[in-house]
Structure formats: C-alpha cells, structure tokens
C-alpha cells in the first residue's frame, strides 16, 4: 500500500484539516487534547437532528422510539468497540472525567471510608486525581502513589509495598497524555487482582491508538471520552463490571434512573439507567457510532505503523535542535512527544509555532504533580492521530529553527 496516498485520502474526510492558519496550512499536532471529527461524523448528528429528534426511553411515539432505538445501538456499538461482556455494563457519561467523578463518589461511598487507600500514578491526569482527592476528603482515605523513573516509565518494582490491606482501589492511565508511555496495565491489574484490589484504567488517550479488550484486560473500571478518538465532545463511556454497578449507588438523580418514586421512597432502574440520570447526549452517542464504523473501515495494522514512523521521524528532527530535551522517552510509546527547549518557556514555542500554522500544547498538560516530579513547569507536546503527515513533522520542525533564531541560541 502508498501510506502517503491512503493518508491523504484519510485527510479529505476530516473537513477541519482544510483550515489555513495565517495563510499557511494547519498542522494539527493537538491531537491528545481532541482530534479533528469525519465528515459522517457531522453527517450523522445533523441527520439525527433534523430527522429523529426525540427524548429517549420516554415516548411511545414513532420519534422517540426510532431515537431510542439509534442511542442504545451506539450503546451496542461501544460494547462492541471495547468488547464488554454485556451492554449494560456500558454507561454514557460526557466523559472521561465525568465517569472517574462517577466512580470516585459512587464506589467511594459504597466501599472507602477512614483509614483505607487509594492507589494512583505519579502520571495521572488531573481528572484522575482531584476526584480521588475529594474522596479523601469526605472519607478520610489517603492516596498512595506509584512512581515514575526518569524515561517516564511507572517504576512497578515496589507494587507490593504500594499495596496493602487497604487498599480498597487502583487508578491508573492506559497511556499518558504528557509523555505517551504505554502503561503495562494487564501486568498492574494481574498484581492487583492477587489481593482482590479492583482497577480502574483511564483509556482517555488509549482509545485513539490500541485496540482496547475490557474482558482481555480483567478491568474493573475503564473509562473514554469520544472527543479523543475522532468522536464528538460531550459524549463518553464508563465501562464497569456488572457486580460493581450492582452494589453501587446512583451517582446522580432524575429522570431515567428511576423505576419509581414516591416522597417515602424511590426504585432505582435496572442498568445501566441506573446510571443515566436526566435527558443523555443522544446526539453525541449517535455521532460516536457513526465515527467508530468510519473508523472500523481503516486499516488499522497500516496506521499504527504510520503513527510509529511519524513519531520516529519527529524525534529524529528534533534532535536536530540544540539545547532540545525529551520528557518521556519510554521504550513503549504511543505517538505523543514531549520537549522543552532551553529555558524558553514553553507558551513562548507554541505562541511562535502558531505563526507558523502548527497546533502544539503548551504546559502542564493537566500533569502538575509529574511536572513537579520532573522539576519543571510544563513542556511543549507534539501529539499525532491517524491523519497527520511527514510534512506536519517538517512544518514543526522548521518553525522551531525561527524559535531559535527569536531567542539568538
Ligand atoms: N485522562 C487523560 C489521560 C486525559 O488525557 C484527559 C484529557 N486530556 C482526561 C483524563 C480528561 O478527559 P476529558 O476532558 O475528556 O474528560
């Protein structure tokens, strides 16, 4: 296969891509934050807007029950996607951070209480940690958390001190968002499993790159958010086991959760709607769908590998640069590069890189207690998706020379 023609091709369906940044094509290297949406994508939500919209679950009439039937195929369609054992082990949420919130306050409220711990990364996200941090608050558990070497890598070598009777729940990113590092989170599961500790994997950056398997992973909890694998913003999934979302209480109340309610007492739904309070996204889920069958038709074996030269070739080209560091040089990397250069401040590289058309994050990357491991306040992260280009990396390149050349280094 001509990678270049098939990328290209790629490229036509992400209308976004076509945008001019000061007259020069847009590089989007942003792609950790969002990724850019397809075109049947948009199709699909504005389809389902000007055809279907209706209220799900609620009406016996001919639009509700065509836009229930839509909603709960996307359910079907996820279920699918990261090959859960059954449907109603999936809950739509926003996001990723809106499923760890569920999560933390429900299972918190079930099973932590003073004195038990909670076992983190130095790497999480932020939407990783302040939600186990609220917990803390409210129960009086503590944190524990696992660190990371110099590369970027967890250090796993002292789980068995980390873990302790304790322990009531182990938090950790499939992928991280700073430094790209693949977590060997089978391996972090297994050990947990050994003392009867539940997981929960945030794949918010893992669902864009390797194909996920709840049940091959043995996961308690996983947890996604469309917008960071091609899909709409507002849309996400909690997956969690059948026995957890049982013992579980609801996170929210209204609408949908119920199966009825009187002043004295209230009938929680079956699931997953005990978890789904209030009118959902139907819209986004619909457009998740949509984006996950386009999705499905890519060859998937030929884009990993894209992403693997592509991320090979930026690295190549910023060694070029003097004064250049690496943040996270992991042996196991999904295409995500972190620099700093110098002691030019990291929204300095990005403001001049914008100039020049290319779409850089700048700072902490929601990582602030990595970054204080590391002694740093941000970096600048280069992160690709499915339809980024050699070109791109070149475009990246070139206008940092002009960073140096700003800064007389
Ligand atoms: N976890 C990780 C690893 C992330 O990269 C992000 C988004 N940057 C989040 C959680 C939060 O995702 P969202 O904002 O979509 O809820």
Sequence with gaps: MDIIKYIDKIRQDFPALKTKVFGKPLAYLDNAATTQKPQLMLDAIEDYYSAINANVHRGVHFLSESATEAYEGAR???????????????????????????????????????????????????????PWKLLCERSGAELRIIPVNNNGELELSNLDAIFSERTKIVAVTHISNSLGTINPVKEIISKAHERNIPVLIDGAQAAAHIKIDVQDLDCDFYVLSAHKCYGPMGVGLLYAKQKWLEQMPPYQGGGDMIL?????????????????????????????HAALDY?????????????????????????????????????????????????????????????????????????????DSFGITGTVRASFGLYNTIQEVDQLCDALQNVHKIFRR
């Design 76 to 130: 079907q369609r996820l279920q699918q996607f990261i090959n859960a054992k059954h449907s109603n082990e999936c809950i739509f949420v926003r996001g990723t951070t809106e499923a760890i919130n569920l999560v933390a306050t429900s299972f918190g409220q079930q099973f932590v209480k003073q004195g038990d711990e909670i076992v983190l990364t130095q790497m999480e996200h932020h939407s990783n940690i302040v």
């Design 260 to 288: 009825q309610v009187t002043f004295e007492k209230i009938t929680y739904n079956s699931l997953p709607f005990k978890f789904e309070a209030g009118t959902p996204s139907v819209a986004d889920a619909i457009g998740w």
């Design 295 to 371: 999705l499905a038709h890519l060859d998937h074996k030929a884009i990993a590998q894209h992403e693997k030269v592509l991320l090979e070739y930026c690295v190549q080209r910023l060694q070029e640069l003097p004064h250049l560091k690496f943040w996270g040089t992991a042996k196991n990397k999904a295409p995500i590069v972190s620099f700093t250069l110098d002691d030019i401040h990291p929204h300095d590289i990005g403001t001049i890189v914008n100039e020049y058309g290319v779409a850089v994050r700048t700072g902490h990357h929601c990582n602030m207690p990595l970054m």
